[in-house]
């Protein structure tokens, strides 16, 4: 079946500007994270989505990062004013509900290349 | 808190040598998942395994085997007999905390496997 796939996979803006990175997930899996990889670091978690809500917000670094999931199956992280420092890849990835006591592999998409000039 | 340490930044290998990445980790919670994922060029992040804090049991699949230690809060990866093709970049992650669902990656270490 297909993976989680992103769109665009570059986006590049100008400082200031507002941009809008797309996720869509595995069919069928409810939990839908975001990542941000910059250049050179590991993936650091922004915002886990359970259906339509965010469960956890903690990583989102200010109030210019917002994601939403209205129905549950794709994503969209919006990033107001932005600025050079967020430059890096923004990493989606989906899992599995599984049952209590258990914990699902993440399955990652190809990122979307932001780059802030 | 949580942390992830590779403290292997990179590796260069000749092909059909034998390498392990090392993964130390840090969590206060007793119940915790760590992870392997592998980053080629292409850049999606490849999922390879997943052990919980309750089974230390390593495991051998194909050329790859994990060596999990909770004594010395390590998770370190071997690949045996390396090709061209292991060339990439690879994250020990770790999953802790009832509550939390976000993984804490390491920085990852670069691995160059050379003809």
């Known amino acids: 079946g297909a993976g989680v796939s992103q769109t665009p996979s570059n986006k590049v803006t100008e400082k200031g500007k507002y941009v809008e990175l797309r996720c869509d997930p595995i069919?069928?899996?409810?939990?839908l994270y975001w990542y941000r990889q910059s250049l050179g670091q590991g993936p650091e978690f922004l915002i886990y989505f359970q259906g339509t809500g965010a469960a956890d917000d903690s990583g989102l670094p200010n109030d210019r990062f917002f994601a939403v999931r209205p129905e549950g199956s794709v994503s969209t992280l919006k990033i107001q004013r932005t600025e050079r420092g967020d430059s890096a890849v923004y990493l989606c990835?989906?899992?599995?509900?599984?049952?209590?006591?258990?914990?699902?592999?993440?399955?990652f998409g190809p990122g979307t290349r932001l780059t802030v000039l | 808190a949580q942390k992830v340490t590779q403290a292997q930044t990179e590796i260069s290998v000749v092909e059909k040598e034998d390498v392990t990445l090392d993964c130390v980790y840090e969590?206060?919670?007793?119940?915790?998942?760590l992870f392997w994922y592998k980053q080629p060029p292409s850049g999606e992040l490849v999922f390879l395994i997943r052990r919980n804090s309750f089974d230390e049991q390593n495991e051998i699949s194909g050329r790859y085997s994990w060596n999990f230690q909770k004594s010395t809060s390590s998770f370190n990866f071997t690949i045996t007999a390396s090709q061209v093709v292991d060339s990439a970049v690879y994250f020990c992650?770790?999953?802790?905390?009832?509550?939390?669902?976000?993984?804490?990656f390491g920085k990852g270490t670069k691995l160059s496997v050379i003809p």
């Open positions: 969590t206060r919670d007793t119940t915790y998942y």
């Open positions: 992650a770790l999953k802790s905390g009832a509550g939390s669902y976000q993984l804490t």
């Open positions: 069919s069928g899996h409810t939990a």
């Open positions: 990835a989906s899992s599995p509900v599984m049952s209590t006591g258990s914990w699902a592999e993440q399955f």
